[in-house]
Nanobody
Framework: QVQLVESGGGLVQPGGSLRLSCFAS????????MSWFRQALGKEREMVAS????????TYSDAVKGRFTISRDNAKKTIYLEMNNLKSEDTAVYYC??????WGQGTQVTVSS
């Protein structure tokens, strides 16, 4: 069945970095856009970044532009989110989503001193 599994979340100090991964299975990964979303406590889920099937086109929310980088490895069926200069407002559960509408289970990122 179609499945997305995120990993790499954790606790980091402000200004620090984390790299999230999302492994996909059960569908032709290289055919689909892939995205990262996040949801902070008490807030709506929001799109953070997306990447085209080839990896050649990426988009970012204004909140993370210049700090986060989305990428993919189609051979490994995995997308990544490199997060630098993290801020307390980046604290959230991060989800990956396939272009077919499947969601992962989420991974918690907490930015705190």
């Amino acid at each position: 069945q179609v499945q997305l599994v995120e990993s790499g979340g954790g606790l980091v100090q402000p200004g620090g970095s984390l790299r999230l991964s999302c492994f996909a299975s059960g569908f032709i990964f290289s055919n689909y856009d892939m995205s990262w979303f996040r949801q902070a406590l008490g807030k709506e889920r929001e799109m953070v970044a997306s990447v085209s099937p080839s990896g050649g086109t990426t988009t970012y929310s204004d909140a993370v532009k210049g700090r986060f980088t989305i990428s993919r490895d189609n051979a490994k069926k995995t997308i990544y989110l490199e997060m630098n200069n993290l801020k307390s407002e980046d604290t959230a559960v991060y989800y990956c989503r396939s272009g077919g509408g499947t969601w992962g289970q989420g991974t918690q990122v907490t930015v705190s001193s």
